[in-house]
């Protein structure tokens, strides 16, 4: 370890099981600055949290991680060092006695979500250690946090047929940490020979040649990145052209936009008194009409007083036409009657006449 401890420095470790905080002294003693320990047996948690508390960058972390986010049944086991998700009855053929004490309802997390929520790994974490099972779901939770991985630390069962659970052995690592780049170096058996602790290390020949790989593809990107820069340099030196024309356009338009909001102004207030005088024409309409309806109530009346004052009219001429014929007729009445007396005057005339003479005859022949 001391030596694997050189080629891979820690940049940032994360141990999945960390229990009470019994590797705290050893983490310490490797001049560790950033670590993060995870538990997820509480009262185990803040035995942990007691011991990481005066390590600074360092943080303790309770939750179940697993390989996806969910409920889960957590065994708390007669021997705590197999507390997990396994059942304890399930590793009897490895721990004899091994019982369930209790069962608790946890909700579990990845590994990679913790990893985003702790804002305080100030570098990328390029050592992991899971110290529980099984391993290989823990592992598959890690999303892109593998690809920064430089050493696996992790506990498998080393014999398939002594444990049916999915994900707990050694072989299942092997497939799925070697598609990874990873090989196993080591391995050390615990106390039960079945069970180790196994160490796994990246490739870096392969990952060499990947690099090398992904080198000239980003090289071939990076000459094609640069061609399009060049031309996005051109395009938007000729959009900027454009925007100051389209500026400029802007410009004059906010001027007749501006002109034409004085000329809404003035019309407005021209509708205003538009407005205005069609109201005192309507109330001078609404006057005109009560004064026309008077006029024409005034009108039938005296058309019906002109009609009457026209039969009398026509009654007088009929009376007067009547008083002139009697007139005529009285007149001529009258001349017949001065001819008639102008006739009895000449005849009285005439007589008088007669009467002188007489009186003259008759004194002459009185004589004296």
């Known amino acids: 370890m001391d030596h694997l401890r050189v080629i891979y420095p820690i940049e940032a470790l994360v141990h999945v099981g960390a229990g009470n905080g019994y590797i705290v002294s050893s983490y310490a003693e490797w ?6 320990l995870i538990e997820a047996e509480e009262a185990l948690y803040k035995q942990l949290a007691s011991a990481v508390e005066k390590q600074p960058g360092w943080i303790a972390h309770n939750a179940l991680i697993s390989d996806q986010v969910g409920d889960k049944t957590f065994f708390l086991a007669s021997n705590p060092n197999e ?8 590793l009897s053929n490895l721990w004899r006695n091994l019982k369930t004490k209790e069962k608790l309802q946890l909700d579990s997390t990845t590994l990679e979500s913790v990893i985003n929520s702790q804002n305080t790994l100030a570098v990328s974490v390029n050592w992991g250690v899971i110290d529980c099972l099984p391993a290989l779901q823990i592992i598959q939770g890690t999303g892109k946090l593998i690809e920064s991985l ?13 444990c049916t659970e999915i994900g707990a052995t050694k072989n299942e690592l092997d497939v799925f940490l070697g598609a990874q ?18 160490l796994y290390i990246r490739d870096w ?19 094609k990145l640069v061609e399009s820069r060049d031309q996005y340099a051109k395009l938007a030196a000729e959009r900027q052209v454009q925007m100051e024309q389209l500026t400029h356009l802007q410009e004059e338009e906010t001027k007749k936009y501006q002109g034409l909001q004085q000329q809404l102004i003035v019309l407005g207030k021209l509708k205003d008194e538009a407005v205005k005088q069609s109201e005192d024409l309507r109330v001078q309409l609404e ?13 039938d009346q005296y058309a019906k007083l002109a009609a009457e004052r026209q039969s009398e009219i026509s009654a007088l001429k009929v009376k007067v036409q009547e008083g002139s014929d009697r007139i005529s007729s009285s007149e001529l009445q009258i001349t017949e009657q001065k001819q008639s007396l102008k006739l009895m005057n000449d005849e009285i005339l005439r007589a008088e006449a007669q009467i002188d003479l007489i009186k003259d005859l008759l004194l002459r022949e009185q004589g004296p």
């Open 205 to 223: 020949k392969n990952k060499y040649r990947g690099c090398n790989v992904q080198l000239e593809a980003a090289s071939g990107e990076k000459a």
């Open 150 to 162: 430089d050493v696996i630390i992790t506990r498998a069962i080393l014999k398939e047929d002594r």
């Open 181 to 198: 780049g990873f090989h196993c170096i080591a391995l050390e058996e615990e106390r039960q020979p079945a069970i180790a602790s196994l």
């Open 287 to 299: 006057a005109a009409s009560g004064e026309k309806a008077k006029l024409v109530e005034s009108r």
């Open 31 to 36: 001049g560790i600055s950033c670590a993060l």
């Open 83 to 90: 507390n997990g998700v396994i059942p304890p009855e399930n």
